[in-house]
């Protein structure tokens, strides 16, 4: 079975320092691996994803996150956040078989502090 | 607009009463969801619509009826809710049956049950 964790209920940051959020993932094959953000009253929108390739992927806002399979990570990231980065950001994992559907982690509410 | 447009974006309704929720995209996407989110708990995977016929229903009471008219559009019909199904409930699509690709969410539909 597939599933998702996101340790952290809440992250706090500083603007202009660095943020992560952690995700950890489990699945029975290869794992295509998505982060989406959700600000407040809105759908949930694509920032990257990672299905091959290099580990370090780029995506929407100045976001990166690195594939780890040897500790089955996913952790997003951000050289120097911004207080409108506030929202909440989900992690979400399925495999490549066909007809397999997303699982989302709980979600991470991350606050940047002015 | 992410080009996944649900309608209403708000709607209170009677535990008696019966209402429609709409979905629609213009994307050529060939899979559509229903996602329920409510407040401190998980995105919940309602239903899956692949090539407009229903693939998946996670359990979901009888109350919560879907329809796919065809694969750009897909209603959630409502009636006699309960208070516990008030939250935000979001339509997604994808290119491809699981979403190789990603979703594209829409901005959702906010329910009240009063």
């Known amino acids: 079975a597939q599933s998702v964790a996101q340790p952290e209920d809440q992250v706090n940051v500083a603007e202009g320092n660095p943020l992560t959020v952690k995700c950890t993932y489990s699945?029975?094959?290869?794992?295509?691996l998505f982060w989406y953000v959700q600000y407040p009253n809105r759908g949930l929108q694509f920032l990257l994803k990672?299905?091959?390739?290099?580990?370090l992927v780029k995506g929407s806002y100045g976001f990166e996150a690195e594939f780890n399979k040897s500790q089955t990570s996913f952790h997003l990231k951000k050289p120097s956040a911004l207080v409108s980065d506030s929202a909440l950001y989900f992690c979400?994992?399925?495999?490549?078989?066909?007809?397999?559907?997303?699982?989302f982690g709980p979600g991470t509410r991350l606050s940047v502090l002015p | 607009e992410t080009g996944v447009t649900q309608t209403p974006r708000h709607l209170v309704m009677g535990m008696t009463n019966k209402k429609s929720l709409k979905c629609e995209q213009h994307?050529?996407?060939?899979?559509m969801y229903w996602y329920k989110q409510s407040a401190k708990k998980p995105l919940e995977l309602m239903f899956v619509?692949?090539?407009?016929?229903?693939?998946e229903n996670n359990s979901v009471p009888s109350r919560f009826s879907p329809e796919c008219p065809n694969s750009s559009h897909l209603f959630l019909h409502l009636h006699t809710l309960q208070p516990e199904d008030s939250a935000l409930y979001l339509c997604?699509?994808?290119?491809?049956?699981?979403?190789?690709?990603?979703?594209?969410f829409g901005s959702g539909t906010r329910l009240t049950v009063v």
């Open positions: 619509y692949n090539f407009k016929e229903q693939t």
């Open positions: 979400a994992v399925r495999t490549g078989d066909y007809g397999q559907n997303f699982v």
């Open positions: 994307l050529g996407h060939n899979a």
């Open positions: 997604a699509s994808s290119q491809t049956p699981g979403g190789n690709y990603g979703y594209t």
């Open positions: 699945v029975s094959g290869n794992p295509y």
């Open positions: 990672y299905i091959t390739g290099d580990n």
